[in-house]
């Protein structure tokens, strides 16, 4: 089927998840394709916000710690963030950024293989987990960072593996990890997993559980849409986490934090993971967000992010063939993410042509340009219009006017 307008109102009118657009504060005239890296507002968050804000802090003031549960968010939202990513309530907290999360988790698995001191990872992986890794290496002073091509991570595990440091979806390709054959060829050779699922949580299927994973940790301002700065969480299964503890011994993740007793005894569960105060305010958003994504089967989510996916390669093979685009996601649903990425030589350029018509990508060095496919609030003739711009934007060659890269900024 050729992928006209009409195909893609057609599809959109068949879309058993179109209503959720308009719960979204979207601004008119823009085709946002970059969800993958700052969802945008639910406005379900914006009155959570406000009512947080007017009500819980205004007029209930400290007292809301208890009346309005605050004190139980990082659980209870934990919780539900473990229901999009096959786990168990008690097994996942919101706490901290991802990359601290990356730290406690690391250490207190490092410590819990004391014969063994290697973090296996892959080169190429997020900075943020690679530049993290060293530095949990480095405060357990005969540990260290064993980093090798992506091929052959499976083969690298061997007895001096601690853990196994992985990001499930890959943040520039999109290519999807085999989540259950890596922890069981980690756990064959008796090290931990543990799973980035900041490219995952809100966008593909993820089933820690069934797949025996360890550790995780993931975003919260990607997939799960909860505002700039959001915090993120962390899943410990529930068979380890009697044995692991957290290296960032705060007061939050004390059994008892309001003994006020000098001792430190960590909390039961996987509160233990937390450390100071939670971030109230973006705890709220980030609920908001969750519970939208909990109105969706994660079947449902998984199988509109591969149709978008396979719309927009089909309209580029068609569209903007000979224009110097390479694809550089895997073309198999069965082993890609929720993104789609394409290297061009002029990639910055051209990003930045798209942003001031009002399509918004973004642009990773050295050449990649990604298009995040979003499956609550992307529709098929979103995508065919962003397309439409890019093949306007190769045709007229208006991307040559687009200023330099500027240090510094973010892209
Ligand atoms: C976005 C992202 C992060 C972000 O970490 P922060 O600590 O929240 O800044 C970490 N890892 C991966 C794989 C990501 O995609």
Not at 25 to 32: K, T
Not at 299 to 313: G, R, T, V
Request: proline share 7%.
């Amino acid at each position: 089927m050729s992928p006209t307008l009409e195909v893609a109102r057609a599809l959109d009118a068949a879309d058993p998840l179109r209503g959720f657009k308009a719960r979204f504060a979207l601004p008119p005239g823009v085709i946002y394709l970059d969800g993958n890296s700052l969802g945008p507002m639910p406005l379900a968050a914006r009155e959570k916000l406000a009512a947080v804000a007017d009500r819980e802090w205004g007029e209930g003031l400290i007292r809301s710690w208890n009346d309005a549960d605050w004190i139980g968010a990082p659980e209870r939202v934990g919780g539900k963030i473990a229901r999009l990513i096959g786990a168990a309530p008690g097994e996942v907290v919101v706490a901290d950024s991802t990359s601290v999360n990356l730290f406690k988790l690391l250490v207190s698995a490092l410590r819990a293989r004391p014969e063994r001191r290697v973090i296996l990872t892959e080169t190429g992986n997020f900075p943020t987990d690679l530049y993290v890794a060293g530095g949990a290496a480095g405060v357990m002073s005969d540990a260290s960072v064993r980093a090798v091509d992506p091929a052959d991570v499976e083969d690298a595990i061997d007895g001096d593996t601690a853990v196994v440091m992985l990001t499930h979806v890959h943040y520039k390709s999109a290519a999807r990890r085999d989540m259950a054959r890596l922890t069981a060829a980690a756990h064959a050779a008796g090290a931990l997993t543990l799973w980035d699922l900041s490219h995952s949580a809100g966008a593909v299927k993820v089933c820690l559980n069934d797949c025996d994973a360890d550790l995780a940790v993931g975003c919260g301002y990607k997939f799960l849409n909860g505002g700039p700065g959001a915090p993120a969480f962390l899943y410990v299964a529930d068979r380890l986490q009697a044995a692991l503890a957290s290296p960032l011994t705060g007061w939050m993740g004390h059994a008892a934090p309001f003994d006020f007793v000098d001792a430190y005894r960590p909390a039961a569960g996987v509160r233990r993971f937390l450390c100071g105060t939670p971030p109230i305010l973006g705890l709220a958003t980030l609920e908001a967000g969750v519970d939208l994504a909990l109105e969706v089967a994660p079947a449902d989510l998984a199988a509109k992010s591969a149709k978008l996916w396979d719309f927009f390669n089909n309209l580029m093979e068609v569209r903007l063939a000979g224009h110097g685009f390479s694809l550089a996601t895997p073309a198999d649903p069965a082993v890609r993410g929720s993104h789609i990425s394409y290297v061009h030589p002029m990639g910055y350029a051209i990003m930045q042509a798209l942003i001031a018509r009002g399509v918004i990508g973004d642009f990773r060095e050295p050449d990649v340009m990604r298009f995040g496919l979003t499956p609550l609030y992307i529709g098929f003739e979103d995508v065919w219009g962003a397309i439409d711009v890019l093949a306007q934007t190769m045709s007229a060659q208006t991307w040559r006017e687009s200023p330099p890269r500027q240090p510094g900024r973010v892209t």
